[in-house]
């Protein structure tokens, strides 16, 4: 359905349905508006580098090798 279809359709409905079709949209709009991604950076989170000081992060790429191997090895 096209945008156009979807106007006359809604234009074609009674005042209360109308209303209600506002309602429902208000109510898209607020529940989608919520998964928004934020504006706020991910460096400035408090996690953000907590394990920059540990020297087993240096290459954390071997890191979870280790981890991997180590947990799962069989």
């Not at 409905?13 to 998964?35: I, N």
């Not at 991910?42 to 280790?66: C, H, L, N, Q």
């Amino acid at each position: 359905m096209t945008s156009e279809e979807i106007i006359r359709e809604i234009a074609s409905l009674p005042a209360e349905a109308k209303r209600e079709v506002e309602d429902f949209v208000a109510f898209l709009r607020a529940r989608h508006a919520s998964r928004q991604p934020s504006a706020k950076k991910f460096e400035s989170e408090k996690f953000f580098g907590i394990w920059r000081d540990r020297d087993e992060m240096t290459d954390s790429t071997a890191w979870v090798r280790s981890v991997r191997e180590k947990h799962w090895a069989k």
